[in-house]
């Protein structure tokens, strides 16, 4: 399973960078406009720090201009992953960029029924975004259930189920236990995965105790 963490605040992913844990980063719009920085800059700077793929997102929403700003957002690194919404469009521009070799995150999916239509345009990622459904009551994580068994029918299917609008995690937690291959989550979800008031607690004891010991192991 691999993590992805969800930000466009670079000095958030290179504190991340150094628990070696962090597969990947998603950018989308919204993240760029907070972080009040050129996204052309964003992009390289985050691509130095994180070998794998790093998604950033078209700005338009037509066919030329997306497919435009696809390229040229691929042809900043390596390791970008053009984001394209999940319109007639934008699986057009997925098409046309996967046939070329670069990896397409197709963004805004809400049902299974789009989430076939991506796998069929060659998408690299799919992104469902659970905490959206969850939001207006819907069951989130019914859906990566659903895309992630659809997908295991098809072999030739290669698109990599990533759970998106990650709110805890729980989420992170029941993405694992469908089999989904990538989870993208803000900084403070990771941060919480590593909490549990037994650790402290055990680790208060072991430390207590071990200074009773009087002992050096170095
Ligand atoms: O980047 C896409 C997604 O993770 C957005 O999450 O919290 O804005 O619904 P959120």
């Not at 989308?28 to 994180?50: F, H, M, Q, T």
């Not at 984001?83 to 007639?88: D, G």
């Not at 609008?165 to 993405?175: K, L």
């Amino acid at each position: 399973m691999k993590f992805f963490i969800d930000t466009a605040e670079v000095a958030e992913i290179k504190a991340l960078a150094d628990t070696g844990l962090v597969d990947g980063v998603t950018t989308n719009p919204s993240l760029i406009a907070k972080s009040g920085r050129n996204i052309l800059d964003v992009i390289c700077e985050i691509c130095d720090i994180i070998p794998g793929p790093i998604s950033a997102e078209v700005g338009a929403t037509d066919y030329e201009t997306m497919l435009a700003e696809g390229r040229k957002l691929a042809g900043l690194r390596p390791n970008v992953a053009v984001k394209v919404p999940l319109t007639p469009d934008g699986l057009k521009v997925c098409k046309a960029l996967s046939d070329d070799g670069t990896m397409v995150n197709v963004t805004l999916c809400f049902s299974a029924n789009q989430a076939i239509l991506a796998a069929k345009a060659g998408a690299a990622f799919i992104s469902p975004f659970v905490g959206r459904l969850d939001d207006i009551g819907q069951d989130g994580m019914q859906l990566i259930s659903d895309i992630v068994e659809i997908y295991a029918q098809y072999p030739d299917f290669t698109t990599d189920v990533l759970v998106a609008s990650v709110r805890s995690p729980m989420h992170v937690t029941d993405a694992a236990r469908l089999g989904a291959h990538v989870v993208t989550m803000p900084a403070s979800v990771l941060r919480q995965m590593y909490q549990h008031p037994l650790t402290d607690k055990g680790l208060a004891t072991f430390c207590a105790d071990w200074a009773k010991t009087g002992q050096s192991i170095l």
